[in-house]
């Protein structure tokens, strides 16, 4: 048995609990996992690497108790298709506690063999690192990212004068994520709350006082992490350095929708997934929502990959009565692996009846939670034909749409 094979279930678990005391925060923002750091939050940087890489099975935050708002808030950009990541749980007084209390949530669960626990102070956290720390933990020990320190290092006297100089040999600076065998973290963690101690700064430390062996990794030095203003603004020329390189090698695709469905008797139409009582349904061989079927053909259509019948033939009889999320989901699942992201979507539904502006909002709140989009990346717009042509006179249903989506460069 080897860690870090697929055949083993990885877990992250994410340490968000903290108030960032040593840096000045400004307006609504508690502390420093929730500043922005570009589009998104320092915290969803490092969360959003643990959620796509694919060997990480499930992802665990926690967070200051105050804190599930300002959480729940700034979370929306992240997507999550395959949803590993768990409802967040609350953290404790110290780092440790927050910590013991993310590992025992993990194991009251599905119990992972492999836990990564990681600052979310830290944001530039690679898929690269993460391969790095599973190929190296062992059923028998940890790993953990580390630095080898090169400045020369002064013990200074309380005047702020030299008292000693300290030998840099062997010294580390420690990163995170830290990766360990799961029982025997929870097991060094136990001991080390039985033994009163509730100051340990990192895991590997715990790890040490149980005698649980850490092996080093070489580390990282974009892994620093954000405690103060300066580190914040290091993290956002950082960001804009990785952005300009990223923008040379992504490119925009915008894909196309259209679709049409026949009323018949019935009491309810679907439409971009929710239920909107009627006199009449929609005919067709899933569940007819025609503004899903236009986007997810649109989605396809700016990856260049078939459309809806090509992946969900209509011949196919398990797709009779289909929910059309599914058809969705697919398709930003195929973004998903192309490295892509959507980055807007724009449905237009065309009818006479029923009226779409009463249930809007809630198309654009299911298409949130679909796509893992922010609302103001989601349109959904409708109009009538002012009575002409086949949705004017009652027949039916149409939609169109449009996909924007960033892909990585063929
Ligand atoms: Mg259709």
Request: proline share 6%.
């Amino acid at each position: 048995m080897t860690i870090g094979s697929s055949n083993l279930r990885h877990a992250a678990l994410i340490v968000a609990a903290g108030r960032g005391s040593r840096m000045d925060v400004s307006g609504d923002v508690p502390a420093k996992q929730y500043q922005l750091l570009g589009q998104r939050t320092v915290l969803e940087h490092s969360l959003e690497t643990c959620l796509s890489h694919p060997l990480v099975a499930t992802v665990q935050v926690v967070i200051h108790p105050e804190d599930h708002d300002v959480y729940a808030e700034t979370l929306r950009a992240v997507p999550d298709p395959n949803g590993k990541l768990r409802k967040p749980i609350d953290g404790g007084a110290t780092r440790q506690i927050s910590t013991l209390n993310g590992l025992q949530a993990l194991a009251a669960m599905d119990v992972p063999d492999t836990v990564l626990i990681h600052d979310a102070a830290r944001p530039f956290l690679a898929h690269a690192m993460i391969d790095a720390l599973l190929s190296n933990v062992k059923p028998d020990s940890g790993a953990l990212p580390a630095l080898l320190v090169v400045d020369t290092l002064k013990r200074g006297t309380v005047e702020n004068r030299v008292e000693s100089t300290v030998s840099r040999d062997g010294l580390w600076r420690a990163q995170t994520p830290q990766a360990f065998p799961f029982e025997a973290i929870v097991a060094a963690h136990m001991h080390a709350a039985e033994s009163g101690r509730v100051d340990f700064t990192d895991d590997a430390s715990i790890a040490e006082a149980a005698g649980l062996p850490v092996a080093l990794v070489p580390g990282d030095e974009a892994l620093r992490k954000i405690t103060t203003k300066d580190d914040l603004f290091w993290a956002r020329a950082h960001l804009n350095q990785k952005g300009d390189m990223a923008m040379s090698t992504l490119e925009t695709r915008v894909g196309q929708g259209f679709d049409v469905h026949a009323f018949t008797e019935g009491s309810a139409v679907t439409l971009c997934g929710v239920t909107i009582p009627f006199d009449k349904s929609l005919a067709g061989h899933s569940d007819a929502d025609v503004g899903l079927h236009a986007l997810t053909d649109a989605i396809l259509g700016g990856l260049g990959d078939g459309d809806i019948g090509t992946h969900f033939p209509p011949s196919d009889p398990q797709w009779k009565g289909a929910d059309s999320v599914v058809f969705l989901e697919d398709a930003a699942q195929r973004v998903v692996a192309r490295g892509g992201q959507i980055r807007h979507v724009d449905v237009t539904l065309i009818c006479e009846e029923p009226k779409i502006g009463p249930h809007r909002a809630a198309m654009t709140e299911r298409l949130v939670s679909l796509l893992g989009l922010a609302p103001d990346r989601i349109s959904v717009k409708a109009t009538t034909t002012e009575r002409l042509g086949f949705p004017g006179r009652g027949e039916g249903i149409a939609a169109l749409a449009m996909a924007t989506l960033a892909l990585p460069a063929s």
